[in-house]
């Protein structure tokens, strides 16, 4: 998907809203047990649910991975759903690749070729050979996203993200201290503009994204933490929303598990039907 159909989606379903499927067979419904592939079941469910309110959808592979050679099968029979049956949502996988480039590259082909996807989200601390085959590989008649992490929304993001740093490539006693997120940022802009390459941003940062958007003020930026984490749709929009909304904000366990008896699926769709409705509020200021 191209920024400009992303964008064009946005506008005209009122929402920038990414569902996160980080599904747990523990948490799942019972009654659901039954069923021959129980997370592909819930899955399902709660996609038919949440369509006409989301733009975008993100299967945390680790919630896949879990279970094996069935967890894979689960994963791959949910993105065929979402493909066949809602192919205007973007597709991300949450996985968190970065390795060295030549394993890098088998990643993206593993996401971009086999699966068909419209991004994966980078771990960007092995640097620019790490990240550049998420860039050139995949097949060439579909746009692929590398969506690089930067500022997380978990605790443990102070423990590095906002490390002090100096550019090693300047001179001098006056060569510029920034955080190291920052750095990223900065860094990663000679790598892809922003028809490629997002930023996972968190909610939690409040209004840090007002110093982000200097930095990055056209990109896409992945929104965690939203709800459960304890971030502010409002305040993310204040200060990290642009002309183009340029905002996709996941919302996983306050969606697809807000109730777990056979009206999950009613309950996930009120549930992104009201964020949607926020959304929509946040875009009309744009006008």
Known sequence: ??????????????????VGLDTDIKKIPEHLLKEEDPIFAFNKAI??????????????????????????????????????????QFIIADAKRGDIGNTSAMYARTFFDEYNLDAVTVAPYMGEDSVRPFLTEG?????????LLALTSNKGSHDFQLLRTRDTEGQGPDTEVMPLYERVLRK??????????????????????????????????LVPGIGAQGGSLEEVCRYGMNKDCGLIVNNSRAIIYADNTANFAAAAREKSKEMQQQMACELAKLA
């Open 47 to 88: 996609i038919d649910a949440t369509a006409p309110y989301c733009v975008a959808y993100k299967p945390n592979l680790a919630f896949y991975e879990a279970f094996g050679v069935k967890g894979i099968m689960a994963f791959e029979k949910t993105i065929r759903y979402i493909q066949q049956n809602y192919p205007d």
């Open 1 to 18: 998907m191209t920024k400009e159909e992303l964008i064009r989606n946005i506008f005209a379903k009122k929402s920038f809203l990414c």
């Open 139 to 147: 097949r060439e008649d579909k746009t692929h996203w590398v969506i």
């Open 188 to 221: 990663s802009q000679e790598w892809a503009d922003d028809s490629r390459m997002m930023y996972v941003i968190g909610a939690t940062q409040g209004k840090a994204f007002e110093a982000i958007r200097k930095i990055v003020p056209k990109n896409f930026l």
